[in-house]
């Protein structure tokens, strides 16, 4: 899944480094919200305001781990 997650992101947000060590410093706001948009569609989820934070946005493990609790 973390693959698949970095694929997707890495194509829709070519210029983010999804393997920073604080990925939330790599983001604006439009950013996060691309992200967040584009794992709901992927993954048939909901994300939603509440979900931003830089605990969630801290590198794509944590991402990953995201997503999965909302499977």
Avoid: C, Q
Avoid at 30 to 59: C, H, M, Q
């Amino acid at each position: 899944m973390k693959d698949h997650i970095r694929e997707i992101l890495t194509d829709a947000l070519p210029a983010v480094d999804f393997d920073a060590d604080f990925l939330f410093s790599e983001l604006d706001s439009l950013g996060v919200l691309s992200i967040l948009t584009i794992l709901s569609k992927e993954y048939g989820i909901e994300l939603g305001a509440e979900d931003i934070s830089p605990r969630n946005f801290r590198n794509l493990d944590s991402l990953t781990s995201l997503v999965k609790s909302k499977l």
